[in-house]
């Protein structure tokens, strides 16, 4: 099984950054898919980006431009770097990792997914 422990969140004004980590048990030396998702309060759960295990990225419309998702190898660790940050990106971010490793095939719900975190907040004020 893969655990996955995300961390960085925290507070910040608008108009900063922030970078997450998501750091994998293990990935049992396959490619997976790894990504992030977020849930802010009363809304629904927004796939924001995921990477594959041939280093293929996707975001959403939402946050392209601003953030980048990378991915550690050597360290079965997943990143996301968030700029301009702005008050709609306050939510619970979760990582998530499945061993099939085109994301492209998974369909984008945070349950699809074989491993999740617990995730980390970010509070954007």
């Known amino acids: 099984d893969v655990q996955l422990v995300e961390s960085g969140g925290g507070s910040v004004q608008a108009g900063g950054s922030l970078s997450l980590s998501c750091a994998a048990s293990?990935?049992?030396?396959?490619?997976?898919?790894m990504a992030w998702f977020r849930q802010a309060p009363g809304k629904e759960r927004e796939k924001v980006a995921y990477y594959s295990s041939t280093g293929t990225t996707s975001y959403s419309d939402s946050v392209k431009g601003r953030f980048t998702i990378a991915k550690d190898g050597h360290k079965n660790t997943l990143y996301l770097q968030m700029n301009t940050l702005k008050p709609d990106d306050t939510a619970l971010y979760t990582c998530?990792?499945?061993?099939?490793?085109?994301?492209?095939?998974?369909?984008?719900?945070?349950?699809?997914?074989?491993?999740w975190g617990q995730g980390t907040q970010v509070t954007v004020s």
């Open positions: 998530a990792a499945d061993p099939r490793s085109d994301c492209t095939v998974i369909r984008g719900t945070l349950v699809s997914y074989n491993n």
């Open positions: 293990t990935l049992h030396n396959r490619g997976y898919c």
